[in-house]
């Protein structure tokens, strides 16, 4: 085929090359126009042409609205079917031991808020004037209700205590793995933190 654009003009300092929109004719070719491939739809929906087609292909999959989706909380029904009573024991008796301290020291900031409002005073004096006679004074309630009686007291109810919470959780254990084997244990529902 042959040119038939006529005489292209000539630029001083500028090569003759194809017009921009042009590709260069290669050998035994004229020069013309240059269209890009064009993508053409698939039957799918899609369209044909590589990594542009599968790119229209997951925008047309994506919702239009713009609303946002709210994802769905995850949840799993599970049963405990057995608990380990060595397990339940350690436990039992570290929470026991815990709970025994902070008996004690309640127990002692007690006493003391009690004694500097003079509750052991007033109540003290009303008992020894209510049980005195002319021959003795009368039950002395602040000698009683000492600080270090009030310790020792509290400190060997902490300690039964001990004793007796882990016992009795070690116990619960033995009889709830009893009666796991019949009904099948505690079913809980468990849902994922969002």
């Known amino acids: 085929m042959t040119d038939t654009r006529g005489p292209q003009p000539q630029y001083e300092g500028y090569a003759a090359g194809p017009l921009p929109g ?9 020069s013309g126009p240059y269209h890009p491939p064009q993508a ?46 060595w397990s339940v024991m350690k436990v039992s008796f570290l ?8 008996t004690v020291v309640a127990a002692a900031v007690l006493w003391m808020v009690m004694d500097a409002m003079g509750v052991f005073s007033t109540v003290g004096g009303t008992i020894s004037e209510a049980t005195g006679s002319n021959e003795s004074n ?4 602040q ?6 009686r009030v310790l020792i007291f509290t400190s060997v109810i902490a300690v039964i205590d001990v004793v007796l919470a882990t016992a009795l959780a070690t116990l619960g254990a033995f009889i709830y793995n009893l009666s796991a084997g019949f009904v099948g244990g505690v079913e809980l529902t468990l849902a994922e933190d969002e």
């Open 143 to 148: 000698s009683f209700l000492s600080l270090p």
């Open 22 to 30: 042009e590709r260069a004719p290669g050998p035994g070719q004229a």
């Open 95 to 102: 929470l026991s031991i815990a709970l025994g301290i902070c």
């Open 40 to 85: 053409y739809p698939s039957p799918a929906g899609g369209t044909q042409g590589g990594a542009r087609g599968s790119g229209t292909a997951q925008a047309a999959r994506r919702p239009r609205t713009g609303a946002r989706t709210t994802p769905r909380t995850r949840k799993a029904r599970l049963r405990v079917a057995k608990a380990d009573p």
């Open 138 to 141: 009368g039950f002395d309630l």
